[in-house]
């Protein structure tokens, strides 16, 4: 069964990226876009559905196409496009519901471009995905050979984040990283580690509350219903070698936290997954690279990572769309 590979931002290296990927993988992908955005000599077999990928793929890039209007402009996205991007995505979802296609693997959006142009209600695939996926609770985790991140909040203001770090919130979190370490990657018994919000992780209450009063709480709960977590940690001491030996997953208190560690260590090969849905959905952690679109030079290892981890996360879990 295949793999689904929405387009993304036609003026970004969306389209660059899953041509190169297909071309390194040859894994029976079916790319959800306007085929007029992939790279110019991309081999491209059109297909009516998902069933005829399997065939078509050895050969050619098996495209489900759309026509989105315009062609695109390397770096400047057209607010006519934002709809069919959004689309591509949705019927992405679909595919997989029906039973069609087995994971989705989504190439960057550009969130404004979205915004803007057709008013798309969400800040990221995350929560449109769990909209889509039934207005289910999600986790975003990136994930590279050395370290797994899961941020607990993700698209808000920085201002925001002690408002919303609420015990519930932060509980959902990790019940549900724990039970995808478990399920997902295979983990019997994961071992989390939890950073604090701030610096020192609160330094005894000197340098901030939120450990005292909502994330250390949190923990004692779940410790005692046997999770193995560590924290609250430091954020700035948890991430050195030796420290991401004694976890499986670092989860954090804010985007950056966590994701500037992992995009350091390898900005190459990290994966975005959202755990939670009852599909499988990965995403390269890149974004839409505008100042590189159209010039040939974007690395396709993360989005190769991304539809290798879809298929192997897709092939542990036997079924399409879990209920
Ligand atoms: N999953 C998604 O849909 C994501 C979308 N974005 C969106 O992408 C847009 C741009 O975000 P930025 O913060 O600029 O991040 P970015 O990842 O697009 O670019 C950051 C830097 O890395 C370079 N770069 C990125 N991917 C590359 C690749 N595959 N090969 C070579 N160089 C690469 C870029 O040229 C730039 O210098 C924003 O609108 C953001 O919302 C960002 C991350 C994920
Ligand atoms: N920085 C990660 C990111 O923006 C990915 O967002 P999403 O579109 O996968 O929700």
């Not at 991007?85 to 994971?103: K, M, P, T």
């Not at 408002?163 to 549900?176: F, K, Q, S, T, W």
Request: glycine residues 12%.
């Amino acid at each position: 069964m295949t793999i689904v590979v929405s387009c993304g931002e036609p003026a970004g290296i969306g389209p660059e990226v899953a041509a190169k990927a297909w071309e390194a993988t040859r894994l029976p992908l079916l790319w959800i876009g306007d085929p007029r955005h992939l790279p110019r000599g991309t081999p491209v077999a059109e297909v009516s559905g998902p069933e005829e990928a399997e065939e078509a793929a050895p050969h050619a890039l098996p495209v489900l196409a759309r026509d989105f209007g315009p062609g695109a402009m390397p770096g400047e996205p057209n607010p006519v496009h934002a709809q069919g991007v959004i689309d591509a995505i949705a019927d992405g979802v679909r595919l997989i519901r029906e039973g069609r296609a087995r994971a989705l693997c989504t190439a960057p959006i550009s969130k404004e471009a979205l915004i803007r142009g057709a008013g798309f209600a969400y800040p990221g695939h995350t929560e449109f995905l769990a909209h889509l996926g039934g207005d289910v609770e999600v986790v975003m985790m990136l994930a590279c050979d050395a370290l797994r991140v899961v941020p607990a909040t993700i698209h808000v203001p920085i201002a925001e984040v002690p408002r919303l770090l609420a015990p519930d919130l932060l509980e959902g979190v990790l019940r549900i990283t724990h039970a995808s370490l478990r399920d997902d990657w295979g983990l019997p018994s994961p071992r989390i580690a939890v950073a604090g919000l701030n610096p020192h992780a609160g330094e005894g209450g000197l340098m901030g509350s939120e450990e005292r009063t909502v994330i250390g709480p949190v923990l004692e709960r779940l410790r005692a219903e046997g999770m193995d977590l560590r924290g609250p940690l430091p954020g700035d001491t948890m991430f050195h070698q030796e420290a991401r030996a004694g976890y499986d997953a670092a989860v954090c208190m804010y985007h950056d936290q966590a994701l500037i560690p992992i995009k350091t260590l390898d900005f190459a090969r990290g994966v975005n997954a959202t755990l939670g849905l009852p599909f499988v959905r990965t995403s390269p952690d890149h974004g839409t690279a505008f100042g590189i679109a159209g010039k040939g030079i974007a690395d396709a290892r993360s989005m190769i990572a991304a539809l290798e981890l879809a298929d192997r996360l897709s092939k542990r879990r036997g079924v399409p769309w879990r209920r």
